[in-house]
């Protein structure tokens, strides 16, 4: 059975870091393709950063140059660091894993609408101005 379960979430003031872990059970996070994702009430979840199994990443553009996402083989988890925060990156954020082969850009555009993607329940991120 996949599990995914994050974590880091919470309160902070814009400009500041968070960093958020993603525990993964029942698959591996060095086999598989990895994202972050995130959404607000009312508006469609959106991809914010991909990871393959070869370690290359994609990010959003909105998020580009302040988040960095990376995984952990040992741990078997996923990491999203945000630095400098911005009230706009207020929203719920997503962990999730798919078993099949993509390059992170298509992962940003495709786990979302993809019946194989496993997903983790979330960690709210708030970001004050």
């Known amino acids: 059975q996949v599990r995914l379960v994050e974590s880091g979430g919470g309160s902070v003031q814009s400009g500041g870091s968070l960093r958020l872990s993603c525990a993964v059970s029942g698959i591996t996070v060095r086999r598989s393709c990895m994202g972050w994702f995130r959404q607000v009430p009312g508006k469609e979840r959106e991809g914010v950063a991909a990871i393959d199994s070869p370690g290359s990443t994609s990010y959003a553009d909105s998020v580009k140059d302040r988040f960095t996402i990376s995984q952990d083989a040992a741990r078997n988890t996923l990491y999203l660091q945000m630095n400098s925060l911005k009230p706009e990156d207020t929203a719920m954020y997503y962990c999730?894993?798919?078993?099949?082969?993509?390059?992170?850009?298509?992962?940003?555009?495709?786990?979302?609408?993809?019946?194989?993607?496993?997903w983790g329940q979330g960690t709210q991120v708030t970001v004050s101005s």
């Open positions: 999730a894993a798919s078993p099949l082969s993509m390059t992170p850009v298509q992962a940003l555009r495709s786990m979302i609408r993809s019946g194989l993607t496993y």
